[in-house]
Structure formats: C-alpha cells, structure tokens
T-cell receptor
Framework: QKEVEQDPGPLSVPEGAIVSLNCTYS??????FMWYRQYSRKGPELLMY????GNKEDGRFTAQVDKSSKYISLFIRDSQPSDSATYLC????????????FGAGTILRVKS | GAGVSQSPRYKVAKRGQDVALRCDPI?????LFWYQQALGQGPEFLTY????????KSGLPSDRFFAERPEGSVSTLKIQRTQQEDSAVYLC????????????FGPGTRLTVT
C-alpha cells in the first residue's frame, strides 16, 4: 500500500463546475500538505501549501486538511478549461527531512 | 525572476551509456532536490542538498546514480551505465531555506534509454 493514495481519474467536468480532488494517506505524522498542478510535459507548479489541519483559500482554490481522517482535498470553483491538468498532492513530516511524498496525480479535464 | 531551469530537456541514451543532467535552482535557494517521475506516477524523491552538502540520498535507486552540487548552486545528476528502467522524467526542485516545504520545480529532463 502506498503512503499517499490519489484517484488517477480522469475527472471530466463542464466549465464553471466546482471540482473536488482528494488524497488519503496512511502516516499520521504528516503535517505539511501541498497541492501541485502539472501541465503536460511541464514541471509541477505549487498551488497551495497548508500546515496541519484546517482550510486555506486562495482565489478559486480551497485546500482542506482533515488529519483525523487522514484526508486532504482541493476544491476549484468556477473551473476553466485552463485548469485542465494533472493535480498532485504531496505531503511531508519533520521525520522525512524536507522530502515530499507525492500521490500519483489526478487528471482533470474541464470541457468548454 | 527566473525559475528553476534544467538541461537538457530531452535526452535519448543507448543502454550502457552515461548521462549527466543539470539543474540551475532559483538564485539564493539553499535547498535542492532531485525527483524521478515515471509515466503516470507522482514524483519520487531521489536526493537532497543543503548548499553543497548532500544530506539525504536514500532515494537513489542504485550506485549507478550519483549527484553533486559542489559550489552550492548548480547541481548535476549523473547516471552511469543507463538501463531501460531508468527511462523517466527527472525533476529538480529548490526551496529558499532549510526546513521550507515549499519546493519549486523545474520543467524536468525526459530521459529515454533505448
């Protein structure tokens, strides 16, 4: 079993929809949670960074962390075709040094 | 400002050849990371530098993989005697300070071993 599980999709939604992307994890020591967006043949781009539990909002993006359930989410409001990409969750803990443990990524397609 | 840059962007090597992949981190970033990304998977950690010191190389898959950052800026990942299973995208990331989890990635080098 992988430390971080992420549904690979693809997830296909119409333009303007609210998108929910999720990851589950097994190591309760994880405290630092990131979401990256990766376009085809590009490097991952940091979207959101959250420490411990709670919500964080940035524009159309909201990240949620539920440590009791070992579950994190990224919500995208008013989705646009330009949001079509692979979304990677990543996490870490002090015992890992600074290395990130990634999920496999969810492919999102927003149709106009 | 300039982001993380990597070169070459694409590399085709015959099995058994040695390759060298270069990473230029964001100027002033102390920490530098190498990850390997197989097709359809998330990046997997290879190794980590703080300035010129290699603090963690636990993710290097074999002793054919070697990384260095001699002056604490540019880094090179070298793979000796390449094998087909080494085919992947090699990503470099940097972060501003030690202890920062906000890592900024370059575009990657896509290595194909034939």
């Amino acid at each position: 079993q992988k430390e971080v599980e992420q549904d690979p999709g693809p997830l296909s939604v119409p333009e303007g929809a609210i998108v929910s992307l999720n990851c589950t994890y097994s190591n309760s020591a994880f405290q630092y949670f990131m979401w990256y967006r990766q376009y085809s043949r590009k490097g991952p781009e940091l979207l959101m960074y959250t420490y411990s539990s709670g919500n964080k909002e940035d524009g159309r993006f909201t990240a949620q962390v539920d440590k009791s359930s070992k579950y994190i989410s990224l919500f995208i409001r008013d989705s646009q075709p330009s949001d079509s990409a692979t979304y990677l969750c990543a996490m870490s803990a002090e015992e890992y040094g600074n290395k990130l443990v990634f999920g496999a990524g969810t492919i999102l397609r927003v149709k106009s | 400002g300039a982001g993380v840059s990597q070169s070459p962007r694409y590399k085709v090597a015959k099995r058994g050849q040695d390759v060298a992949l270069r990473c230029d981190p964001i100027s002033g970033h102390v920490s530098l990371f190498w990850y390997q990304q197989a097709l359809g998977q998330g990046p997997e950690f290879l190794t980590y530098f703080q300035n010129e010191a290699q603090l963690d190389k636990s993710g290097l898959p074999s002793d054919r993989f070697f990384a260095e950052r001699p002056e604490g800026s540019v880094s090179t990942l070298k793979i000796q005697r390449t094998q087909q299973e080494d085919s992947a995208v090699y990503l470099c990331a940097s972060s501003l300070t030690y202890g920062s989890y906000e890592q900024y990635f370059g575009p990657g080098t896509r290595l194909t071993v034939t």
